[in-house]
Nanobody, 120 residues
Framework: QVQLVESGGGLVQPGGSLTLSCAAS?????????MGWYRQAPGKQRELVAE???????KYADSVKDRFTISKDNTKNLVTLHMNNRKPEDTAGYYC?????????????WGQGTQVTVSS
């Protein structure tokens, strides 16, 4: 099992920056192979923002590439999302996601979400 605690959400002006963090704990953290961030705006489907595999390079959605940066600390089971040049369309609930792999079975764990609002 893995428990996720998210923090860092809030209000930021357009063009500003904000950093989200997600800490994972529990007896399943040793099997984490990927951590990432998703977001969901009202009336919209949840979409991938960025993800960081244990070894491979991170992957970003086209809408946030060159603006957002995801980092993962494997020793601390911590993933952060630094968001630059925030736009109003970035307003959404942001959710941390962790993938756990044991043999051929993959399990996903989700945080409860943190609200990010971009407004002047």
């Amino acid at each position: 099992q893995v428990q996720l605690v998210e923090s860092g959400g809030g209000l930021v002006q357009p063009g500003g920056s904000l950093t989200l963090s997600c800490a994972a704990s529990g007896n399943g953290v040793r099997n984490i192979y990927i951590m990432g961030w998703y977001r969901q705006a009202p009336g919209k489907q949840r979409e991938l923002v960025a993800e960081k595999p244990q070894i491979a390079r991170p992957k970003y959605a086209d809408s946030v590439k060159d603006r957002f940066t995801i980092s993962k600390d494997n020793t601390k089971n911590l993933v952060t999302l630094h968001m630059n040049n925030r736009k109003p369309e970035d307003t959404a609930g942001y959710y941390c996601k962790v993938g756990v792999r044991v043999l051929e079975e993959d399990d996903d764990y989700w945080g409860q979400g943190t609200q990010v609002t971009v407004s002047s």
